[in-house]
Each structure stands twice: as structure tokens, then as C-alpha cells.
């Protein structure tokens, strides 16, 4: 299976944070917390995977570019509806979304490149064998 490595490692979770909530701490859910990074801990996996009754459990990096649209306007839609912007857009007031929206736009310009709007990402690809 492919799932998300940790967060530091994923330039665009990491840019769209820093976007939207400049100077705060990224926050880091617990392993194994519903949602996008669930299984990026690779100990937790182990382990999960082991209760589950898999064996020779393998993970192996992947650092690939992650491309978020082929150009600034889509790539922009996208990512603004993503679920761990929008958490982080929650509670903010009507000032302080439209400055976190632009900062956003500004992050998504930033990584423009000719084939696209590319971030890093690193996943775990994982491997395992259930008897």
C-alpha cells in the first residue's frame, strides 16, 4: 500500500500550514488519528499491520514530486478544498481567512512551473505478506 509519509516531509502540507497559520507550531496528529497521515508513522504501521497478522512488513521511501493542478487557478481550488486546509481555515474570522487564502495563492504561485503546480511529497510504500 502507499500511504503519506510524515508531515515535515511533505513540502505541501508543510507550505499550505505555513500559509494559512504563519509562525503556529504544524501540528502533528497522534499515529494512527483518522485522516490523511494516519499511517505515516512507520512504528504504528508496524504495529498494526502485526496485530492484523501481516509478516515481513517492508516500507520503503517515496520522494516524488506531488503536482496539485496544471496551472495556478486549478491548482489554487484544489488545494483550498483540501480537508487539512479547510481545518485549518476553521475559526478564522472573515479577515483573517481572506490573508490566509491569499498567502495560500502566493504559496501555490511560488511552486509554479512550467508542467504544473509541483510540491514535494514523500510517502511510504509499504509492503506485506499475510500467511
Known sequence: ?????????????????????????????????????GLADEDFTRRTLTAAGFADIAFARSEQAFNVGPDVDDAYTFVAELGPVQMLLDGLDETERARALENLRTAVVDHAAPDGVIFRSSAWVVTARHP
Do not use: R
Not at 12 to 37: C, E
Open 1 to 37: 500500500m502507499l500511504v503519506w509519509g510524515p508531515i515535515p516531509d511533505n513540502e505541501w502540507i508543510v507550505a499550505m500550514h505555513a500559509a494559512i497559520a504563519p509562525g503556529q507550531p504544524l501540528p502533528k496528529p497522534p499515529p494512527g488519528t483518522p485522516g490523511p497521515f
